[in-house]
């Protein structure tokens, strides 16, 4: 692999000034939005389509997460919607050429008593069953796929077993957002970059399009894959969302030396690690309890990460934090996304997207675009619709790392 | 936010506190009793700004405070006791 293949792949993308009107307006340019308008174009040619996002593309949660595609959920719903997305995304790098540095890892899960292994234990008969198949590992078998882990948890956590989800990748975020952005762009969608919405345009009860410092723009249907803000938009509308937005910090070290092929995840100190492909070492943990739509990474943060992270894998200890930095993940109330209608008609929602939000953006991009196209949720996202609140049919399960 | 003024402990590192729920009445503009009970128990104002919520004091007098906070910031702006 050279360098000058990566830049020679980099998608052409054009920004256009926008139109007065368009069939569907998507706000909210990072990766659900630009996946909403390419499987719109690309799988019902419906390309009088605009992505109107406040900053640039990919500034929100696509470029701050920590790039880790998987499907071991813990409810039925969920899994078989992650492992469409998660298969998606193996073949994104053929269907549109562009590379996107995706990369098969395998993910392991870390238990450390014998609940948590139980409930790993159900987890792999559970995944299995849905098509996301994941095994039991032993300590033998860790120390085989992790050489560096330290298996008595700096004395303190041993390792009694975990979870091996087979088929757990990453991916370049920033590069899946010009994938899809350029793929949209190249038929025809338009991308509107540093045009915040400031407003709906209503018609009755419908919602028509949008306001934006560059002018109103009209649409036969107004799509809000907003990350952070979305409760404002929504509230816009006249609608209320169970969601509330919390930051999520993170970090990367200097280089380590060796390579660290797989993803390693732990159950009881809620902390997630793998290596990116620059070498650096990517460090993220569970959300902070207290909601804010602050982006600064905090020195609290930071220490109680590396103070967890160091039970397991003590290498990390010789290496220096290089950069940190914080999301805004819109969690549900019940952890699971809400995708669909909102009762207000000409206005849809694709949020909630937690801490769980990129390893979804192509199945939720596919599935909202069919919604869209066809007026009908698809099968696999029809659980997900806001009404479940409504119908006491909520999808509890909080199957991420940074939710338990 | 690193620390929070207990009116009982003083200044103590925000370690030692949980965060509890945000307080806030359900609106006034929803009049029907079952859309009254399901924001209450699922819906969010998700303020971006001044909010008021309930912390507690879990490693310390384990009481509760009602604390004023600006969620732009994530920045205490008083202790209501």
């Known amino acids: 692999m050279t360098a000058g293949r990566y830049v020679d792949t980099l998608p052409p993308l054009r920004w256009d000034e926008p139109r007065r009107s368009y069939d569907v307006v998507i706000v909210g340019g990072g990766g659900h939005g630009l996946a ?22 990919a500034s929100g949660n696509t470029g701050r997460n920590t790039t880790i595609i998987r499907a071991n959920y813990g409810i039925p719903e969920a899994i078989r919607f992650y492992e469409h997305s998660l298969e998606l995304y193996a073949g994104l790098e053929d269907e549109t050429g562009a590379e996107i540095l995706h990369q098969e890892k395998g993910l392991i899960w870390l238990a450390h008593t014998e609940t948590a292994l139980r409930a790993e234990r159900a987890r792999c008969q559970l995944n299995t ?8 590992v032993t300590p033998a078998e860790i120390k085989a796929l992790v050489p560096q882990i330290d298996l008595t948890g700096g004395g303190r956590y041993p390792i009694l077993g975990a979870s091996h989800h087979l088929r757990a990748a990453t991916a370049r975020h920033d590069r899946v957002a010009w994938a899809f952005a350029s793929g949209a762009m ?9 045009a915040p919405v400031t407003g709906l345009l209503r018609r009755g009860d419908r919602v028509v399009g949008v306001e934006t410092p560059l002018g109103r723009i009209e649409a036969g249907t107004v799509v809000s894959a ?23 910090h993170a970090f990367v070290t200097n280089d380590f030396g060796q390579a660290f092929p797989r993803i390693v ?39 109680a990460y ?39 008609p000409g206005f849809l929602v694709t949020t909630g997207w937690g801490t769980w939000g990129f390893k979804a953006i192509p199945a939720g991009g596919e599935a909202m675009a069919e919604l869209i196209a066809t007026g009908r949720a698809p099968d696999l996202i029809a659980p997900f619709a806001l009404d479940r609140f409504a119908r006491d049919h909520v999808l509890a399960d909080q199957g991420s790392t940074g939710t338990r | 936010m690193l620390r929070l003024d207990c009116p ?16 806030r009445p359900v609106p006034a503009s929803i009049t029907d009793a079952d859309a009254r009970d399901l924001d209450a128990v699922w819906f969010s104002d998700n303020p971006e700004g001044p909010t008021t919520e309930r912390w507690f004091h879990a490693a310390g007098c384990r009481r509760w405070l009602t604390v004023r906070r600006d969620t732009r910031t994530d920045t205490v702006i008083g202790i209501d006791g």
């Open chain 2, 8 to 23: 009982r402990c003083g200044r103590r590192p925000i370690d030692e506190f949980a965060y509890g729920a945000e307080r």
């Open chain 1, 226 to 248: 907003v990350g952070g803000r979305v409760t404002t938009l929504a509230a816009m509308a006249g609608v209320r969302l169970p969601i509330r937005t919390h930051p999520l």
């Open chain 1, 265 to 303: 995840s732990d159950t009881e100190l809620l902390c997630y690690v793998s290596q990116t492909e620059r070498g650096q070492m990517l460090i993220g943990a569970e959300f902070d309890a207290q909601p804010s739509y602050s982006r600064r990474s905090s020195i609290a943060a930071l220490r």
């Open chain 1, 129 to 136: 069953a849905c098509g996301a198949e994941t095994v039991m």
């Open chain 1, 186 to 194: 190249a038929r025809g969608v338009q991308v509107v970059q540093h």
């Open chain 1, 36 to 57: 909403t308008a390419y499987y719109l174009a690309t799988r019902h040619g419906l390309t009088d389509v605009a992505v109107v996002e406040a900053d640039y593309i």
């Open chain 1, 306 to 344: 590396a103070a967890k992270v160091t039970h397991i894998l003590p290498f990390l200890r010789d290496l220096r934090i290089l950069r940190a930095w914080a999301g805004s993940c819109d969690i549900s109330a019940d952890f699971s996304p809400i995708m669909g209608a909102t009762g207000v």
